[in-house]
């Protein structure tokens, strides 16, 4: 626990005497990354020269002060109480207001983004109590049911903004600051009133920063949430097998190719004991098999091809949503110069041939154009290109359950 601090300016309430957890922030086994050095005189001579600032030149002052390392005056920015007030003499007659003081709400997302970005721990943890301590006013932020208690409201508004700093800061070079977000995701997202289940709800957010943070090679940060439980083994991997779907996080400035730039990851998963070489051998040939289907789905669509919404209206007075797994190509006929347009329904396994606004329906197996039936169908199985099942057995690696090749 950290001494109480002296209250340097007699006229700000609302500045938190001490350092230490509370229900919303908690600092266990980071109390030596929370520093807050005593003011220096030039700390007192801006503390004055800020005492009226407008908000504007708060949060402009409180973005230097993060990135420079002086939390001391984070500390007293933070705590400006908020007001608005007569603009000088001229407001006295014009009515004129001005906001002083720290306004939050967004400005503490980018100033939390600010001190991952500069590795300021005691910046973030001044900024999630000032969250903690300041929550807007208005409904609650999320309500499931019955209307929930204020202490819960404040938590899920805690947690939404952990994430989203979380989120943001998997691209920054602040580890410790990092660690620090995915420690108090952790326990606020663990004290909802669902407990485990609400963690395992945010397995799609906690893959998305891990894979946001592989791709930006700080694998550190794959260290803090696996220390947090945030995501486990499994889900590491499948992260990591779900990348192959998304190769934009994976494509640098550089040119270098995705697979590449994936390989760092691989070998933390390795490292950790979660996958070996045969895995690393079986990801290597679905990793191919992917880019081959993206490849196909590319040259498809500039064929003309495109997954359809239509709803069929067929001649019977039957009616086919479009469901999963429709598609659509149009064609001119050169006999003709009119546009035929054909809908393969392979839920439906029928085809449906539009000539302007006549329908017609033909199940799959009778139309004469099989050829365009299966280039259909290999067009919609490449939309979506399936990863292998994950298998395991306890004590050893992961792997693939693969499927044979095309």
């Avoid at 499931?144 to 070079?173: C, M, V, W, Y």
């Avoid at 891990?210 to 083994?233: G, S, W, Y």
């Amino acid at each position: 626990m950290f001494e109480p601090m002296k209250k340097f300016f007699k006229s700000d309430e609302k500045v938190s005497e001490e350092i230490s957890n509370s229900p919303g922030v908690n600092i266990d086994g980071f109390e030596s990354l929370i520093s807050l050095p005593e003011p220096t005189r030039q700390d007192r001579r801006f503390a004055r020269k800020m005492k009226s600032a407008d908000s504007e030149t708060v949060a402009r002052e409180l973005g230097g002060a993060i990135a420079r390392g002086e939390n001391w005056r984070v500390w007293y920015l933070l705590n400006r109480p908020r007001k608005l007030e007569r603009d000088g003499l001229r407001g006295i007659f014009t009515g004129k207001l001005k906001s002083t003081g720290f306004e939050g709400g967004e400005r503490v997302e980018r100033a939390l983004a600010s001190a991952a970005a500069f590795e300021n721990p005691t910046a973030a943890y001044l900024l999630l109590k000032f969250a903690e301590n300041n929550p807007p006013p208005g409904a609650p932020f999320e309500i499931h049911g019955p209307a929930i208690s204020p202490q819960d409201d404040n938590r899920q508004r805690l947690e939404n903004l952990t994430l989203k700093a979380l989120q943001g800061a998997a691209i920054e070079r602040g580890e410790k600051t990092f660690a620090l977000l995915a420690h108090n995701f952790a326990r606020l997202a663990g004290a909802h009133p669902a407990g485990s289940v609400h963690v395992m709800a945010h397995e799609s957010n906690m893959k998305q920063v891990a894979l946001t943070a592989a791709a930006a090679d700080k694998h550190v940060h794959l260290d803090a949430l696996h220390a947090e439980k945030l995501l486990t083994p499994p889900q590491f991997v499948e992260a990591f097998m779900g990348s192959f779907l998304n190769d934009g996080l994976f494509m640098h400035e550089d040119d270098a190719p995705a697979s590449k730039l994936r390989k760092p990851f691989l070998s933390w998963l390795m490292n950790k004991g979660f996958v070996d070489e045969t895995f690393a051998d079986q990801a290597a040939t679905v990793e191919v098999r992917v880019a081959d289907a993206k490849k196909f789905n590319e040259e498809a669509r500039k064929k003309g091809w495109k997954e359809s919404t239509r709803t069929i209206e067929t001649a019977d007075g039957q009616t086919h949503e479009p469901g999963a797994e429709q598609v659509e190509i149009s064609r001119t006929d050169s006999r003709t110069g009119k546009v035929l347009t054909y809908v393969f329904n392979y839920t439906a396994q029928a085809a449906f041939l539009i000539k302007g606004a006549l329908q017609n329906r033909v199940p799959l197996e009778k139309l004469p154009e099989q050829d365009l039936v299966e280039e259909g169908r290999a067009f919609l199985e490449s939309c979506r290109p399936e990863t292998p099942e994950l298998t395991w057995e306890k004590g050893k690696p992961f792997r693939l359950q693969l499927k044979p090749s095309p």
